[in-house]
């Protein structure tokens, strides 16, 4: 069965800190990967995918086949990027669903 | 903010009873799915919907069920409610075949007493 972990619960930062949120997956095929992301009081929302090498608010993340990994980066943390960060998968195939991880919570100090 | 919308927002049953969660799609998002989120747990596939029949299904028992109506809007329904069941639950639409992401709404606070 496909699954993703995030290993870290919680992660604190200093404002301007570099940040990385792990992320590692399971699953034998190609799958499409994401970032997901719930600001307080808000719904989730995605941050981005993998497929589109996008840099959404300065954060990155690079698909690591080899290490079935998608670590989300970004290289100085601001206060308003305080919030629950989730990892999922998707499989490449037809019209199947969202696999989460249980998040991480991201809490940057001033 | 996406054209996702759910109600009730908050909901308050006890144990054994039954509940009906709505939601209602984006425009021209013939797919629907349901996630369920337990406090500090990410969200969990219940089951999906196109074309008002099911199309797949996560690992839930049968108490769980859904429609899908002609103009997609989705109702999630579970019987006999376990405090276990306490969770956010959430929708989200896509169009069939189209971006993969999903378009989530607000989510519906289910407490079970």
């Known amino acids: 069965a496909q699954r993703v972990t995030q290993p870290e619960k919680l992660l604190s930062v200093f404002k301007g800190a570099p940040v990385e949120l792990k992320c590692n997956y399971s699953?034998?095929?190609?799958?499409?990967l994401f970032w997901y992301v719930q600001y307080s009081r808000q719904r989730l929302q995605l941050l981005l995918r993998?497929?589109s090498r996008e840099s959404i608010k300065g954060f990155t993340a690079d698909l690591n086949k080899g290490e079935t990994s998608f670590h989300l980066k970004k290289p100085f943390a601001q206060e308003e990027d305080s919030a629950m960060y989730y990892c999922?998968?998707?499989?490449?195939?037809?019209?199947?669903?969202?696999?989460f991880g249980k998040g991480t919570r991201l809490s940057v100090i001033a | 903010e996406t054209g996702v919308t759910q109600s009730p927002t908050h909901l308050i049953k006890t144990r054994g009873q039954q509940v009906t969660l709505r939601c209602s799609s984006q425009s021209g998002h013939n797919t629907v799915s349901w996630y369920q989120q337990a406090l500090g747990q990410g969200p969990q596939f219940i089951f999906q919907y196109y074309r008002e029949e099911e199309n797949g299904r996560g690992n839930f028992p049968p108490r769980f069920s859904g429609l899908q109506f002609p103009n997609y809007s989705s109702e999630l329904n579970v019987n006999a409610l376990e405090l276990d069941d306490s969770a956010l639950y959430l929708c989200a639409s896509r169009a069939h075949g189209g971006e993969a992401r999903g378009f989530f709404g607000p989510g519906t606070r289910l407490t079970v007493l």
């Open positions: 999922a998968l998707r499989l490449n195939s037809g019209n199947t669903p969202l696999v």
């Open positions: 993998h497929i």
């Open positions: 699953y034998s095929g190609s799958p499409e």
